[in-house]
């Protein structure tokens, strides 16, 4: 084999591969093509640091007058969790202030969005210009994919996806029950509107999962055999066609309803009150 030339030499993968031509600049491109990455930076960046202040500081979480929960602090199975807001019981004792009171379930959300495929692409490009855009050369020398750690870690996502299922039904029922009235019985208030969007926003992102897709619909050779499976398998993969828009959207509703229930349970404004 010939030797290759001046301008194809190069050491690592990628851009920087053997037989690749060397050119000095990052990219050719002369548009904002560094605009979406840094959106993204700021809006995942935006998120995570909202959700671990309010993780982490244990007030204004709940409103017994209607039992409005915020998201973050569901389940509240801990006895440092104030009265009523603990639907399944008490199963620990009082956390340590490092804990946050939602830490039940915290560690496997995080890890469902975390390994997200969406989110893997996001942060992979924005966070890890990996690559930043198309066309432009990402400044890795190497790269060895989702095949060692860290990032291997990325194959559990059906996992997660089960734990993500099952809080999706805790948050359901948190929902049912916050149609409760200032004097008992039925109550429907604009807080009620909100914390239903939002679960059924989540029920959404959460079915509109690859791996959801995959256990309707994978490992199967003939849909015509499996007719129930098939549409199931179709309707998830409409779903599965809106999953970045769910996947933001959700943050979005998530930060609304923790706000939401916040503000009302600080006493800063009542709760719009349609029934009761």
Known sequence: MSAPADNEVGTGTGVRAPRRARIAERTLRTDRWWLPPLLTTLGLATFVVYATIRAFVRTAYWVPEYHYLTPFY?????????????????????????????????PFLLGFRLTCYYYRKAYYRSVWFSPPACAVAEPHARYTG???????????????????????????YDAVLAFHGRTGGFGFGLGNVIIVANVVLLWAYTLSCHSCRHITGGRLKHFSKHPVRYWMWTQVTKLNNRHMLLAWTTLGTLVLTDLYVMLVSSGVFPDPRFVN
Request: net charge neutral; with cysteine; charged share 5%.
């Open 74 to 106: 569901s389940p509240c199975v801990s006895t440092s969790c104030v009265a009523g807001s603990s639907h399944f019981g008490h199963w620990f004792g009082d956390f340590p202030s490092w804990i946050p009171l939602g830490a039940l379930v915290l």
């Open 146 to 172: 989702e095949t060692r750690l860290p990032l291997i870690v990325q194959n559990v996502h059906r996992y997660f996806f089960y734990v993500a299922m099952i809080v999706s039904v805790v948050n359901t």
